[in-house]
């Protein structure tokens, strides 16, 4: 106890970390997603500027969404409630803020070497080998610090967040190092239709494995806090881990249903695609039965409110995921912008939602401050909600024209006038996500470093 009877606070230096890293590389990977979504209405706006051709910065800010915004964001949120729910200290602090920089430093050589045009081609794995093994390298250090702070627990329970985390971060650096071949450092690929399996059996499992049990490990800790009940059922909650770890694995195939991959590979994809009902339904009812008429003290806390708009977010990606799969509907829907809505809905409706959210929920827990502004904050998530919404609207009728046509024999140069007024929409959402990031960076700074209150 401190002199005014307050109770020290752990330094959680790890979580601060991870938490400054998702805020600040939130406003670099929006601001390239406004970038290229302007490229698409003006192709000449950047012309003879190698480093910002739309080719270059289609993945850098893919890959600064996925590993610069999202996952530090989950993460920061993962460095405050495993050691709680675990009743002991992180095993070490110093190596969270080694990992904290060295992911950073990872982080600026993706954005400057893609930027150069130094990439593999490959998509979800663009980066160069030398990248891939320092992000292998990062998520291991994340791994060993959450396993050993599991070893030397107080709590004999494993509640399923922690579960969740551990597993999502080793079945990463595992799909992550098959995905990007780490065993050819020349190519960093394989030739043919098995480099395209194993590419998405990657490319789908950084989103299953990774960003959805990182997603449901914060909403399984914070929507039964921020309700003050607790989780409706525990059991329901290992079921959907498992169902998860066994449905997702093999879906990746469906990406590949209109190209000589083996049949029964696609079949496997589409059964597995249309069962993720399962896992994704055993996650919504226990949390939305945990949050039954609870709504109030839900919107009462803006870390809440972002989570559960997130868990309402993945259901309907889930359930367009399942649909998309449908070789009928893949014939309208793929390789078109209906694709690209529904990713957004899924990285940043879902697992963005919730990592922002996780970050406004622990940021006064572990600064022992309050938010400095929630009027900023909760201005942030209307921004991002009425930019997922625009978002999955636009590029979905941008999809369905250009299915529709293409399927009638249409050429490529009579459908862009057709969805040039949806990708001008589309880049004015956009600058909606962009300031939004802005205001999540400001508010963040703030709230750590430059806000004198104390939480009552």
């Known amino acids: 106890m401190t002199g005014n009877s307050q109770p020290l606070l752990p330094n959680y230096w790890t979580a601060k970390g991870f938490c400054l890293t998702s ?5 670099v990977a929006t601001f390239m997603g406004l970038l290229g979504a302007t490229e698409l209405i003006a192709p000449d706006l950047t012309e003879n500027i190698g480093w910002l051709i739309f080719g270059r910065i289609r993945p850098i800010h893919v890959n600064l969404v996925l590993f610069g915004f999202v996952t530090p964001g989950l993460l920061s949120a ?3 409630y495993v050691p709680r729910l675990l009743r002991t200290e992180l095993y070490s602090e110093r190596l969270g803020v080694i990992t904290v920089l060295g992911w950073n430093c990872t982080l600026v050589t993706v954005f400057v070497s893609l930027a150069c045009g130094y990439t593999q081609g490959r998509e979800y794995a663009e980066m160069i080998w030398p ?7 990062a998520l291991s250090l994340v791994f060993i610090n959450l396993i050993m702070t599991v070893a030397r627990r ?45 590419l998405w059996f990657y490319g789908h499992n950084v989103f299953g494995l990774l960003l959805t049990p990182l997603s449901a490990g914060v909403a399984y800790y ?30 990746g195939t469906h990406h590949l249903l209109q190209v000589p ?3 029964w590979l696609k079949v496997i994809a589409i059964v597995d695609s249309v069962a993720m009902v399962i896992p994704v339904m055993a996650f919504l009812i226990n949390i939305w039965y945990t949050a039954k008429g609870k709504l109030g003290e839900i919107h009462a806390d803006i ?24 070789p009928d509907v893949q014939r309208v829907t793929h390789f078109n912008n209906w694709v690209i809505g529904h990713a957004h809905v899924g990285v940043l409706g879902f697992a963005g939602m919730i ?3 996780g970050l406004y929920y622990t940021l006064p827990r572990i600064t022992g401050k309050p938010i400095y502004s929630k009027f900023l904050a909760d201005f942030q998530y209307w921004l991002i909600l009425i930019g997922v919404i625009g978002f999955t609207v636009v590029l979905t009728i941008a999809g369905l024209i250009q299915g529709n046509a293409w399927l009638n024999g249409e050429t490529v140069y009579r459908v862009l006038p057709q969805i040039h007024v949806y990708y001008i929409i589309r880049a004015s959402l956009g600058l909606m996500i962009f300031s939004s990031a802005v205001i999540g960076l400001y508010n963040i700074y703030r709230s750590m470093f430059f806000n004198t209150g104390e939480i009552e």
Request: glycine residues 8%; proline residues 5%; aromatic residues 16%.
């Open 222 to 251: 914070v929507i039964p806090k921020a309700c003050r009940a607790p989780l409706y059922s525990h059991t329901l909650s290992l079921f959907g881990f498992w169902s998860l770890l066994v449905v997702y694995t093999h879906i």
């Open 78 to 80: 993962a460095f405050y």
């Open 154 to 198: 107080k709590e004999p329970i494993l509640y399923v967040s922690v579960w969740y985390v551990c597993a999502g971060i080793i079945l990463t650096v595992v799909t992550f190092s098959l995905g990007n071949v780490i065993w050819r450092p020349n190519s960093g690929s394989l030739v043919g239709i098995p480099d395209a399996i194993l």
């Open 303 to 326: 870390g809440a409110k972002f989570v559960f708009t997130g868990t309402i977010m993945y259901f309907f990606v889930s359930i367009q995921g399942s649909m998309m799969a449908l």
């Open 355 to 357: 990592a922002i959210g």
């Open 261 to 263: 991959a083996p049949t």
């Open 131 to 137: 990248i891939d093994m320092l992000i292998v390298a």
């Open 23 to 27: 805020a600040f590389w939130m406003v």
